[in-house]
């Protein structure tokens, strides 16, 4: 992706998320200066990998593949006292663009995918076949703010704002904005996120993608802290 493209992806989503009255920490706002002055006190927030992160998921093609996140909290899967054994991001996605993050599954993460507003959010589930494919003759069981359903497989499940659905390890799984019915705000409260090793794409796909630097950066990716 250009840096370009990130960048006024960032401030679209800084936009949205204001006009929801949605303020994200401090540092979603600092610029590639502010993180070197603040680099003595910012371990953690680096080791968590919170912050932004803009992705097309190697397709080259960010209005239908792709997605503006915000890390806002994680624990470590390293931190063998488990003293944070959680989660929680925003996940902004452009109906007018029909983004959409890729099919994936998670081995270890439990996530709750939240519509926090602005849109529909329309996710479409599988369970894994036994080959690692994608089970296309299995219905599948979700649960929605606590209560049990059960969709056809692939089926589009449509979450109106202040709703959710939990999705379970092992459960082929991906999610866009309903075209036409609003920028969309999604929240996601899950186990620690290890965005490096648990993301599990049922097509070939990259989670973190070469940016060309053709401006300069805004505010840098949440995989880049060690390059600024
Ligand atoms: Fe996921």
């Not at 200066?33 to 097309?56: A, F, Q």
């Not at 909290?73 to 993050?101: C, F, H, M, V, W």
């Not at 993460?109 to 894994?128: A, C, H, L, S």
Request: charged share 30%; with cysteine; aromatic share 12%.
């Amino acid at each position: 992706m250009k840096r370009s493209e990130i960048n006024a992806a960032i401030v679209t989503a800084k936009k949205r998320l204001e006009e929801y009255r949605i303020t994200l920490p401090e540092f979603a706002y600092w610029s590639v200066e502010d993180w070197k002055s603040k680099w003595d006190v910012t371990g953690r927030i680096r080791e968590r990998m919170l912050g932004w992160d803009v992705s097309d998921f190697g397709s080259d093609d960010f209005d239908t593949m792709g997605a503006v996140l915000f890390t806002v909290r994680n624990g470590d899967k390293n931190d063998t006292e488990n003293k944070a054994p959680y989660a929680e991001k925003y996940i902004l996605l452009d109906d007018t663009k029909e983004q959409s993050l890729p099919f994936h599954y998670h081995i270890d993460k439990t996530e709750d995918i939240i519509n926090r507003g602005g849109g529909v959010m329309v996710v479409e589930m599988f369970n894994k076949a036994e080959d690692g494919k994608e089970d296309r003759e299995n219905d599948i069981v979700v649960y929605q703010d606590g209560i049990r359903h059960t969709y056809k497989p692939g089926e589009p499940i449509y979450v109106t704002p202040g709703n959710s659905i939990t999705i379970e390890p092992y459960m082929y799984h991906r999610f866009y904005a309903q075209k036409g019915k609003g920028y969309l705000i999604c929240g996601e409260v899950s186990k620690v996120n290890d965005d490096n090793c648990d993301n599990i794409f049922l097509y070939p796909q990259s989670r973190f993608i070469p940016v060309e630097e053709d401006e300069a950066i805004l505010h840098p990716l949440v995989n880049e802290y060690d390059n600024i």
